[in-house]
T-cell receptor, first 113, second 110 residues
Framework: AQSVTQPDIHITVSEGASLELRCNYS??????LFWYVQSPGQGLQLLLK??????LVQGIKGFEAEFKRSQSSFNLRKPSVHWSDAAEYFC???????????FGTGTRLQVTL | DSGVTQTPKHLITATGQRVTLRCSPR?????VYWYQQSLDQGLQFLIQ???????AKGNILERFSAQQFPDLHSELNLSSLELGDSALYFC?????????FGPGTRLTVL
């Protein structure tokens, strides 16, 4: 079955430290891939997306993600985390045969000062 | 601000009742999607409409229905509500496979 997996439910990092959030997908063909962020009580904001081409994708708020076909992964990174980055992060996939987004279970990021 | 609006922001109702959630997509977007976010099920796709026609269906209960009107706004109707229907309901609209989400409607069923 097509699925998106985020292995880490909760991650805590210190402000200024680097961050990597993991995402793996299981699809027959490479899907379109997305990272969304959800702050408490807020909707989902798109951070970045990968459709094709350059495997390193730059997004908003200083985030980037790297697509690795061999590992079926699309990990989100940020070199230096800010306290305002504390939120829940969702990886999602969309295939050409369906318009729906399939989301991972999310990773809650806590930032300590 | 994504440009997608949803009303109401919060809704509290009782079991057995019926509610209607409303969504206005971004100007010019023809597709509207509905998602449910709950603690036990996570974020799940419910249904998609494109220019007034149902395009795709996901894990949507028979008690739930949706429609998209000629002005492209959409409504999600939830009936015979159960405690387990308590969740955050998101609407999204899209262009070129990129979906923009509204702020959601938080439904609490007591």
């Amino acid at each position: 079955a097509q699925s998106v997996t985020q292995p880490d439910i909760h991650i805590t990092v210190s402000e200024g430290a680097s961050l990597e959030l993991r995402c793996n997908y299981s699809y027959g063909a490479t899907p379109y891939l997305f990272w969304y962020v959800q702050s408490p009580g807020q909707g989902l904001q798109l951070l970045l997306k990968y459709f094709s081409g350059d495997t390193l994708v730059q997004g908003i708020k200083g985030f980037e993600a790297e697509f690795k076909r061999s590992q079926s992964s699309f990990n989100l990174r940020k070199p230096s985390v800010h306290w305002s980055d504390a939120a829940e992060y969702f990886c999602a996939a969309l295939t050409g045969t369906a318009s729906k987004l399939t989301f991972g279970t999310g990773t809650r990021l806590q930032v300590t000062l | 601000d994504s440009g997608v609006t949803q009303t109401p922001k919060h809704l509290i109702t009782a079991t057995g009742q019926r509610v209607t959630l409303r969504c206005s997509p971004r100007s010019g977007d023809l597709s509207v999607y509905w998602y449910q976010q709950s603690l036990d099920q996570g974020l799940q796709f419910l249904i998609q409409y494109y220019n007034g026609e149902e395009r795709a269906k996901g894990n949507i209960l028979e008690r739930f229905s949706a429609q998209q009107f000629p002005d492209l706004h959409s409504e999600l109707n939830l009936s015979s509500l159960e405690l387990g229907d308590s969740a955050l309901y998101f609407c999204a609209s899209s262009v070129d496979d990129e979906q923009f989400f509204g702020p959601g409607t938080r439904l609490t069923v007591l």
